[in-house]
């Protein structure tokens, strides 16, 4: 069973960083395209980023791009979230999903998925 785990949420000021870990057990993690997903409460699920299997496909959601990048290292099975210039409207519970292949930007797409890890920006 394909097992995915994040890491790095937690409390920051407006204008920090943080980067966030998807480490995944249990497949092969070099074919699955890996995307990042984000809900507040009372709000629907939210693309942030996706990244195809070797990397060739990146996908941003408008609201951060520029600020948040994806990237992966097959040796270590992690996919990573590097987040900077944070706001308070970044404020969600990350989670992490995986797919053979493919960058897919929503959530039906994908096969596999974290539990999340929350991200807080004061402001």
């Known amino acids: 069973q394909v097992q995915l785990v994040e890491s790095g949420g937690g409390l920051v000021q407006a204008g920090g960083s943080l980067r966030l870990s998807c480490t995944v057990s249990?497949?092969?993690?070099?074919?699955?395209?890996m995307g990042w997903f984000r809900q507040s409460p009372g709000k629907e699920r939210e693309f942030v980023a996706a990244?195809?299997?070797?990397?060739?496909?990146?996908y941003y959601a408008d609201s951060v791009k520029g600020r948040f990048t994806v990237s992966r290292d097959n040796a270590k099975n992690t996919v990573y979230l590097q987040m900077n210039s944070l706001k308070p409207e970044d404020t969600a519970v990350y989670s992490c999903?995986?797919?053979?292949?493919?960058?897919?930007?929503?959530?039906?797409?994908?096969?596999?998925w974290g539990q999340g890890t929350q991200v807080t920006v004061s402001s």
């Open positions: 990244m195809s299997w070797r990397g060739g496909t990146i």
């Open positions: 249990g497949g092969t993690f070099s074919i699955y395209g």
């Open positions: 999903a995986a797919v053979p292949w493919r960058a897919a930007q929503t959530p039906k797409e994908y096969d596999f």
